[in-house]
C-alpha cells in the first residue's frame, strides 16, 4: 500500500500489529555514489607539475646565494685592495739616498729578509708583492690583524677559510709622460710610475678572478 501524497520512488509503507513500517525504495539503494578522490593521472599530473615549481623555486634561491656571496667578496676585496694602496701611498717615492730614475724597481735584500713588508719604505718596494693569503705589512692574515701589529679578539675575526685561495698582488711601473696609460720597459724611465694593486681569487675548476683592482699614477717633482 503506498501513501496518498507519497512519491512511491521514496518510500513504501506497511501496517503490522498496528505500527507502520516505512521501507526505503530499492532504487534509492543503487543510486551511484559521488566520488570523492584523484584518480592516478591526476595525482601525477600534480605531482610533475609540484617538481617543477619547486626546481625553479631552487634554481632561483641559488642564484640569488651566489649573488649575495659574491657582493661580499667584492666589498671585501675592495676594502683589502684600498687598504694596501693606503699604505704604498705612504711611502717614499724612492729610497732614501738613491735617485728617481733607478731600475729595476724592486726592493732590496736587507728589506726582503726582514720578511712580510715591515721594512718597506718606498714605492718600488712594493713591486712584485705577491702575497696569498693577503696580510698586513707585519705578515698578519687579513681577517685577523688589528692594524698594530698583533691581532684582534677571536670574536672580530672572519672565518679562517674565508680568505682561502685569495692574493694580494702590487705591480709598480714607470709610464711616458705624454700618455700615462702607457707603461715603458726594460730601462726605460720617466717622472711618473703607475701603481697597480689587485686582489685575486683562485676558482674551483682552475684559474684566477680579480676582485679588485686599483690603480693610481705618481710623480716625481724635482726641487731645486
Not at 717614499?92 to 728589506?111: F, I, V, W
Not at 718606498?122 to 698583533?150: F, H
Not at 670574536?155 to 714607470?174: H, K, N
Request: hydrophobic fraction near 35%.
Amino acid at each position: 500500500m503506498t501513501l496518498e501524497g507519497t512519491s512511491p520512488c521514496l518510500f513504501s509503507s506497511a501496517s503490522r500489529g498496528g505500527v507502520r513500517l516505512m521501507h526505503r525504495d530499492h532504487r534509492e539503494q543503487h543510486r551511484p555514489l559521488r566520488r570523492a578522490g584523484f584518480t592516478l593521472v591526476e595525482v601525477s599530473v600534480a605531482m610533475t607539475l609540484m617538481a617543477v615549481a619547486g626546481s625553479t623555486l631552487l634554481v632561483g634561491l641559488a642564484t640569488t646565494t651566489d649573488t649575495v656571496e659574491e657582493s661580499v667578496d667584492v666589498a671585501a676585496a675592495r676594502g683589502l685592495a684600498q687598504q694596501l694602496m693606503d699604505e704604498v701611498l705612504g711611502m717614499r717615492y724612492m729610497e732614501a739616498g738613491a735617485g728617481p730614475y733607478d731600475t729595476p724597481l724592486c726592493p732590496g735584500s736587507s728589506e726582503v729578509s726582514a720578511g712580510a713588508r715591515r721594512q718597506f719604505d718606498d714605492i718600488d718596494d712594493y713591486n712584485g708583492v705577491r702575497t696569498s693569503p693577503p696580510t698586513d705589512r707585519w705578515g698578519i692574515a687579513s681577517g685577523t690583524d688589528d692594524g698594530m701589529q698583533s691581532t684582534r679578539p677571536t670574536a672580530l675575526r672572519a672565518p679562517t677559510a674565508f680568505f682561502s685561495g685569495w692574493q694580494q698582488q702590487v705591480d709598480v711601473q714607470y709610464v711616458n709622460e705624454s700618455n700615462l696609460s702607457q707603461t715603458l720597459s726594460g730601462s726605460s724611465t720617466s717622472n711618473y710610475r703607475v701603481i697597480h694593486v689587485r686582489i685575486t681569487t683562485t676558482l674551483a675548476g682552475g684559474g684566477t678572478k680579480e676582485l679588485a683592482h686599483l690603480s693610481r699614477i705618481v710623480a716625481y717633482v724635482p726641487v731645486n
